[in-house]
């Protein structure tokens, strides 16, 4: 299965057009560094100040960023489709 007709998959599920309440409390330079990593997912060459904070993520911040990610997929009940994800993709 290809990475678009994976996409093209979810997009079919029906709950995935539902809104998903998420809140959670980080620091304000986590939350900087969560969309310059974001926008690079994304394809977004970042540059000056940003480039200069993904360069120096800390540990701390990289596990705390992780954490985010992880309590958002586990609270749109998304964490058994997301492992799914990585095995269909790999194949």
Same mark, same amino acid.
């Given at each position: 299965?290809?990475? !678009? /007709? ?5 997009? +079919? ?18 939350? %900087? ?8 997912? %994304? ?5 000056? +100040?940003?480039? +200069?904070?993904? /360069? !120096? ?6 596990? /705390?960023? %992780? ?10 009940? %998304? !964490? ?6 990585? !095995?269909?993709?790999?194949?």
């Amino acid at each position: 299965m290809t990475t !678009n /007709e994976v996409a093209n998959l979810i997009r +079919a599920i029906p709950t995935m057009g539902e809104n998903v309440k998420i809140e959670g409390k980080t620091s304000r330079i986590n939350v %900087l560094f969560l969309n310059a990593v974001i926008m690079a997912g %994304l394809g977004k060459k970042e540059e000056g +100040a940003t480039a +200069a904070l993904l /360069e !120096n993520l800390s540990k701390e911040a990289i596990q /705390e960023i %992780l954490n985010l990610a992880q309590e958002f997929l586990q609270k749109a009940g %998304l !964490n058994e489709l997301n492992d799914a994800l990585k !095995n269909v993709v790999k194949k």
